[in-house]
């Protein structure tokens, strides 16, 4: 029993030692991120979105790209972001996705402002409800990060 206990504690202390990456030994396939992180934005300030992709690019830079899952939702005046109608940070948002970043926009936002589909981004994601989303992630233990004022 007592050797048990003590290859459980190896273990642990191997899979949370810094630089290691714990993985599922049996089948030799990487262990899902560590860091999940939902960020919500309901700003159409041009700094904040600047800023909300900084703080996307930096988490994932200091947390580690393969142990991050990061998702931005955005709703209300935020839905801006994502639209095609907005050139900026496109091409950055496209890198993004690309690495796996989840761009959400709220369907309830997209029906209050008249958006359609074909309004956004081709890499965007739709969800019913942005709150709603933000709600269930951190049901989820993900951590929440609000962007914007």
């Excluded at 642990?12 to 030994?25: C, F, S, Y």
């Excluded at 989820?140 to 609000?146: N, V």
Aim: aromatic share 4%; charged share 15%.
């Amino acid at each position: 029993m007592a050797r048990y206990v003590m290859i459980a504690l190896v273990a642990a202390l191997a899979a949370a030692w810094p630089g290691t990456r714990p993985t599922l030994a049996a089948e030799g396939v990487p262990a899902p991120p560590r860091h999940r992180v939902v960020l919500e934005l309901t700003s159409d300030a041009t700094a904040s979105w600047e800023a909300v992709l900084n703080n996307i690019e930096n988490a994932r830079k200091a947390l580690g790209p393969d142990q991050t899952t990061v998702e931005l939702v955005v709703h209300g005046p935020g839905i801006g972001l994502v639209t095609r109608a907005n050139p900026m940070g496109q091409a950055r948002m496209e890198g993004l996705a690309a690495q796996g970043v989840v761009f959400a926009a709220c369907r309830n936002t997209m029906n209050r402002k008249k958006l359609t589909d074909a309004d956004l981004q081709p890499f965007v994601t739709v969800v019913p409800a942005g709150v709603a989303e933000v709600v269930m992630k951190q049901e989820a233990g993900w951590s929440y990060l609000k962007a914007g004022h």
